[in-house]
């Protein structure tokens, strides 16, 4: 894992932004994985002031609710559209977002991994991570091979959620996620977490045990993992001098 601790959380999405940025550049037909929430929210922001050329990049988002219509503000669809991609020159053919209303679930799931298997593969998965270190709607306790499922989510989601429904009563008890298993298979995985309510979360999974009981612990095992942080979500990291050494200190040939 490559830990960035920056100054701010504008400071560490402009690391991100940098890294995908690259990537479009170098494969202007790369996948990408997305998350959505308030983390990749300034991440978006600057991607789009970059003004990258979208138009080959396919895209996977991570999760949705289950039961609200594609057009509810608060579903990951409308997330997407409003703060990505009518932003870009996406098409809108490339772009994928599980479908929190299919009939048969399990079968929408199924074709999901075929389409992931299918474009060959995710090359990099944006991540942020929960209060509880679950990594898409992987919550505690899920299955560290798990592939693309209904999960139903914690109280403690349904609460940090619901100050985008108006009141957790209104949030959605059950998800489709990708599986900790797809997330493991992106050839690169760019985690993003800011703010002092990470922090226990942040230092679990970076410096902790490998278990299910926090999934962004099993990062430890993807060989290429960037953890962007703020100096908030990294308070509770024990070697963060460390890292703010390793990334200050980088050969030219090793900075990103
Ligand atoms: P947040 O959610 O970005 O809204 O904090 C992160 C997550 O639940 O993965």
Not at 70 to 80: D, E, G, W
Not at 110 to 120: D, L, S
Not at 148 to 177: S, W, Y
């Amino acid at each position: 894992m490559e830990i960035v601790i920056q100054p701010t959380a504008k400071a560490a999405t402009s690391v991100a932004a940098r890294i995908i940025a690259r990537l479009l550049q170098e494969k202007p037909s790369a996948v990408l994985g997305l998350a959505t929430g308030s983390t990749p929210l300034l991440l978006y922001r600057e991607l789009i002031r970059m003004k990258l050329d979208w138009s080959k990049v396919k895209t996977f988002n991570l999760d949705e609710y289950i039961g609200l219509a594609p057009t509810h503000p608060q579903s990951y669809r409308s997330f997407m559209w409003e703060n990505l991609f009518r932003h870009v020159n996406i098409t809108k053919k490339n772009v994928h977002i599980p479908d929190g209303q299919a009939k048969d679930i399990p079968k929408f799931c199924a074709k999901y991994e075929q389409q992931i298997r299918a474009t060959g593969g995710i090359d990099l998965q944006v991540l942020g991570i929960g209060t509880d270190g679950h990594i898409g709607f992987n919550e505690p306790t899920s299955s560290l091979a798990s592939r693309t499922r209904i999960k139903t989510l914690t109280m403690q989601t349904r609460e940090d959620n619901a100050r985008f429904f108006g009141g957790k009563d209104q949030v959605p008890h059950h998800c489709i996620t990708m599986g900790i298993g797809t997330i493991m298979e992106a050839r690169q995985n760019l985690l993003l977490a800011f703010g002092a309510n990470k922090a226990r979360a942040i230092a679990e999974a970076v410096e902790g045990p490998i278990t299910a009981f926090n999934p962004a612990s099993v990062l430890q095992l993807h060989p290429t993992v960037k953890v962007c942080l703020d100096p908030s979500s990294a308070s509770l990291l024990k070697r963060a001098d460390y890292y703010r050494w390793v990334y200050a200190n980088k050969p030219a040939w090793q900075q990103f």
